[in-house]
Each structure stands twice: as C-alpha cells, then as structure tokens.
C-alpha cells in the first residue's frame, strides 16, 4: 500500500540557514514524488516532481529534492532561506505512476525567522 | 489567464443545508478533482473526473455529487450539509496524467457547517 509520511510537523530555520524536509514513502511500484507548498490562505504550487529520470529533481525558488530508492526517501532541501518560504510543504506520492490520484503526506509547516 | 477559478471563498452553511461549490478552468484541461483539506491533514480525494460526462468517486466521495457536462466546470453538491464537512475544498486541473504535468489548483473554499 502507498503511504507518505512527512516526519516533521512543523520546522523553523533562520533567514540565511539550510532548509531540510523531510519526506519517506512506501509503494509498491516505482512512484512519482512531489513537493507542493501552500502558502497562507492560497492553492498548492508545484514546486518539483521525480518521475523516474534524474535522481536529483531541481525546482522553483532554489528548492531541490533528491530520490533514494534504497531509503525510500525524498527529501526537500534549500541552500538558504529566504522570508517568503514560509509556507506549508506537501510531500506528494502518484502510485501507480500516471493514476490520477496523489496521496499527500500531512504536511510540514516552515517558518523563517529574521 | 485566470488558471482554476473557485467560488465561493468562504460559506457558512446551517446542518441539513445544501450547496454548490463551483469550479472553472480556462486551460482546456481534461482532467479535475476535488479535494478536502482537514486541519493538520494531507488532502483528501472526494471526486474527479476525466473528460466531459466522466466523473469517478475517490477516496471520500460520501456525502458528496459532482457533474462535468462542459470541459471547463466541475461543480461540487452538498446535498444535506453535516458537521463533518467543514473543510477546506480545494479544486484541481491537470492536461493529462501527473507524471507529465502538475495539478493546478484553486485558491479554494473555506466551508463552516453549523
């Protein structure tokens, strides 16, 4: 069965700091994974996807994620924060790949402090 | 372009109420959904639908009908409005599978059952 789960609930950094978020999921097929952020009181936004090529999935706003099969992980990462990255971050599986639905992990809220 | 359009923003409904939820896009895409978003929750699937006069049930379709007779619009039924349906509604366009492309979302509707 697919799951996702989003270790941490809630996540604060510095302006400037590394941003880590933390995502691992289970499926029986070779997924795709996504990150969507929502900010306050708005949709979600596609921020970056793997479906099987790259390894390493380059997106918007100077976010990345990197898929490891072996740790069934695919983790959101950002040299540095900036202010406006203060949103909610959605770890996203599609399984079977191309299905027309997504589970969605719970959530990770991150805040920047100046 | 206006992407994925939804009305209302914000209702409050009276138990045993009905209503309608409406949704639009003007990307010509095939594919919508509609989600609920519970608080501290991922999204939850309630319907979607393929194509015109296609619609399918997701993972919480009860309580709930939808109908897709034009490409644009996919409206939600509230039939009997319970507790249980205060969410948050999120509506969704994709041109074809999710591998391909991402979801595009609307801002959403806010919905209070009391």
């Known amino acids: 069965a697919q799951s996702v789960t989003q270790l941490d609930s809630h996540v604060s950094v510095s302006e400037g700091t590394p941003v880590l978020l933390r995502c691992n999921y289970s499926?029986?097929?070779?997924?795709?994974l996504f990150w969507y952020v929502q900010h306050p009181n708005k949709g979600l936004q596609l921020l970056l996807k793997?479906?099987?090529?790259?390894?390493l999935v380059k997106g918007i706003n100077g976010f990345e994620a990197e898929f490891k099969k072996s740790e069934t992980s695919f983790h959101l990462t950002k040299p540095s924060a900036h202010m406006s990255d203060a949103a909610e971050y959605f770890c996203v599986v599609s399984d079977p790949p191309g299905a027309n639905n997504l589970f969605f992990g719970t959530g990770t809220r991150l805040t920047v402090i100046p | 372009n206006a992407g994925v359009t939804q009305t209302p923003k914000f209702r409050i409904l009276k138990i045993g109420q009905s209503m309608t939820l409406q949704c639009t896009q003007d990307m010509n895409h095939n594919y919508m959904y509609w989600y609920r978003q519970d608080p501290g929750m991922g999204l939850k699937l309630i319907y979607y639908s393929v194509g015109a006069g296609i619609t399918d049930k997701g993972e919480v379709p009860n309580g709930y009908n939808v109908s897709r007779s034009t490409t644009e619009d996919f409206p939600l039924r509230l039939e009997l409005a319970a507790p249980s349906q205060t969410s948050v509604y999120f509506c969704?366009?994709?041109?074809?599978?999710?591998?391909?492309?991402?979801?595009?979302f609307g801002s959403g509707t806010r919905l209070t059952v009391v």
């Open positions: 793997y479906t099987s090529a790259a390894t």
């Open positions: 969704a366009s994709s041109y074809s599978t999710q591998q391909a492309h991402g979801y595009t």
């Open positions: 499926s029986s097929y070779s997924p795709s």
